[in-house]
């Protein structure tokens, strides 16, 4: 469990943010994987992301090829839900968000420096992602030189955490909103 009864709300907050700070920088972490969900033309769509990074302020950072369907429906609308679960701690992480896309800006070069040269593949593709193929072999095309025109840092700014602690029949469940800097904290029935 992560977390208890005994634990204050702040202590709560405090625990999921170093739980998912921890899986931004350890690859195998439950929270590494986010389920991200967007809303293009009122139709729902989720998909896995990873995360990369945590902010000082609480924001998700992932990144993507600029080229996607996730990237478009942010641009179209930029609320988003994450959704974290850790198996073994038997904790979920409903986050509600406002996400942002950085391109060919200042921080999208500082992450891009971070990314390892094959890893960059990712974000060069000759073909864009989601383009039909005759053969999967010709989505297997790269450039000699890998730039980072299609490469994006997505900031997911949190507004909503929804904690929920699975413990038989002693769920705990605690709900934090963000009020500017500031975060409004209650507990909640399960």
């Not at 053969?135 to 909503?160: C, K, L, T």
Request: zero cysteines.
């Amino acid at each position: 469990m992560l977390i208890n009864a005994a634990n204050t709300l702040p202590e709560v907050f405090q625990l999921v943010f170093d739980e998912i700070l921890l899986a931004s920088k350890q690859p195998s972490h439950p929270f590494r994987f986010m389920s991200l969900a967007t809303v293009r033309q009122q139709s729902p769509d989720v998909r896995y992301v990873v995360l990369r990074s945590v902010g000082d302020r609480h924001q998700l950072v992932f990144f993507s090829d600029y080229r996607t369907e996730k990237i478009a429906h942010i641009s179209e609308n930029p609320n988003v839900s994450v959704l974290l679960y850790h198996s073994q701690k038997m904790v979920q992480v409903r986050i509600k968000a406002t996400a942002a896309i950085h391109r060919n800006s200042e921080l999208a070069l500082y992450y891009w420096n971070s990314v390892a040269q094959e890893a960059r593949k990712a974000y060069n593709s000759s073909i864009s992602p989601g383009t039909p193929l005759s053969q999967p072999e010709e989505a297997h095309n790269w450039p000699e030189v890998m730039g980072s025109d299609d490469f994006v840092v997505v900031e997911i700014v949190p507004s909503q955490l929804d904690v929920l602690q699975l413990n038989g029949l002693s769920h705990l469940r605690a709900r934090f909103l963000r009020e500017e800097d500031n975060w409004d904290m209650q507990w909640v029935a399960p």
